[in-house]
Structures are given as C-alpha cells and as structure tokens.
C-alpha cells in the first residue's frame, strides 16, 4: 500500500472549517484513500472515503486532487467533539485489506 | 448500522494469567476480523487478521503462541493473551471488515489492559 504524509498538528477554531492535508504521491489506481479518526482513548471512527471523485457525507467532505498524489479532509464546522488523531490510509478497496497506521494529524479545536 | 463491540472495556489481571478479549459485529456478519494494539502516544499497530473458520495470519514479530485468535463465528472474534506479562500492558482494538462494496472496516471501542 502506498504510504501518506500528514501534518502532525494543526489547530482550527471551533465553527470554522477544518481542512486536513494528506500527501500519497505513490498511490495507485486501484488504490482509494481512507480516513479515519481516533477520538482519545477510543476506537478509530470511520469518516469516508473515495478513489478519485470528490465526496462529501453526513460528517465530512473528501476533495481528491486530478492526480490523486494528494487529498484534504474537510470538516465544515468544526466542534470541540472533532478533537482527534486524523489518519488518512491508502488502500486496495477489494477484499478485507489490511490497514496500516501512520501517526495522523492530532487536530485539536479551540472555543 | 455497522456496530462492532468489544468486551470487556478494560481489564486489570496479574501477571502469568490469560485475558480473553471478545470482538463482535452487531449489525452484519465479518468473514474477516482485525486484531490491533496501540502502546501510549503511538499509532496502531496490527496484530493478526483472523478469517472465520481457518487460522489466523500473524504479523511478523507477533507471538502465535501468545496470542490466540479464535474466529468461530462470522460476528465473534477472541483474542486470549496467554501468561499475560506487563510488558502486553496495551489498548487492544479491533476491526470487523463489511462484506460488499469497498469492503470498509469498523472498529470497536478497545480493550485496555493492565498487566500488574
């Protein structure tokens, strides 16, 4: 699976959108990118996910660029709930794939 | 839809002691199960996947031994943690795969065990 890059920290303030970069210059075409999110001391949070259309569902959108090296979560109005560790994962779709971990964006919301 | 749960939440044992955890799907049935553990400030780490009705597959430096992994239904997976030491002191979490469409995986809530 193709390895990402994310940043380690970011901050947004609460009710504003909440962008979250993610670098996969290596991905595939068969590759889909995945985020998930790690509210502390749970269990990750499935968010959404896409393989090279932009999609958005009840919790956030996903902009996927033309060249699929690189994508950004969006959260549109950000609360103090969607303080998390952020993982974006790149991923064969098909079959129960394993899913391999980096070390996210720690997005923290301030009031 | 798409509940995994885990049980139990936490558990405190002594060390040399086995710990089983459980791992079920609620609301579909999972061919495939993950087993994953997170030490302290770090990421994910995983484990085993565990496939209904055949062995599990370990990842490299995963003792088999130590580790069990059971998966008799398509909604039940168990983790037992045999002779527990401190060291497997961890947040133990796992991940049930939805059959159909991108085949995503849901994650429980975890397991923290303590090791004393």
């Known amino acids: 699976d193709a390895k990402t890059t994310q940043p380690p920290s970011m901050d947004c303030a609460e009710g504003r959108a909440a962008n979250l970069p993610c670098n996969h210059s290596?991905?595939?075409?068969?590759?889909?990118v995945y985020w998930y999110r790690q509210i502390h001391s749970q269990g990750p949070q499935y968010i959404i996910h896409?393989?090279?259309n932009n999609e958005t569902n009840e919790m956030a959108s996903l902009i996927i660029t033309e060249d699929r090296k690189s994508s950004t979560l969006i959260l549109p109005h950000a609360t103090l709930r969607d303080t998390a560790v952020y993982y974006c994962?790149?991923?064969?779709?098909?079959?129960?794939?394993?899913?391999?971990f980096g070390q996210g964006t720690r997005l923290t919301i301030n009031p | 839809g798409a509940v995994v749960s885990q049980h139990p939440s936490w558990v405190i044992c002594k060390s040399g002691t086995s710990v089983k955890i459980e791992c079920r799907s609620l609301?579909?049935?999972?061919?495939?199960m993950f087993w994953y553990r997170q030490f302290p400030k770090q990421s994910l780490m995983l484990m085993a996947t565990?496939?209904?009705?055949?062995?599990?597959?370990?990842e490299q430096g995963v003792e088999k031994d130590k580790f069990l992994i059971n998966h008799a239904s398509l909604t039940l997976s168990t983790l037992t943690v045999t002779s527990a030491h401190p060291e497997d002191s961890s947040f133990y979490i796992c991940?049930?795969?939805?059959?159909?469409?991108?085949?995503?995986?849901?994650f429980g809530p975890g397991t923290r065990l303590t090791v004393l």
């Open positions: 896409g393989l090279k």
């Open positions: 994962i790149v991923r064969v779709a098909q079959g129960a794939q394993k899913l391999v």
């Open positions: 609301d579909f049935q999972a061919t495939t």
């Open positions: 290596t991905i595939s075409g068969n590759e889909y």
């Open positions: 565990s496939n209904e009705g055949s062995k599990a597959t370990y």
């Open positions: 991940s049930a795969v939805r059959s159909g469409g991108a085949d995503t995986q849901y």
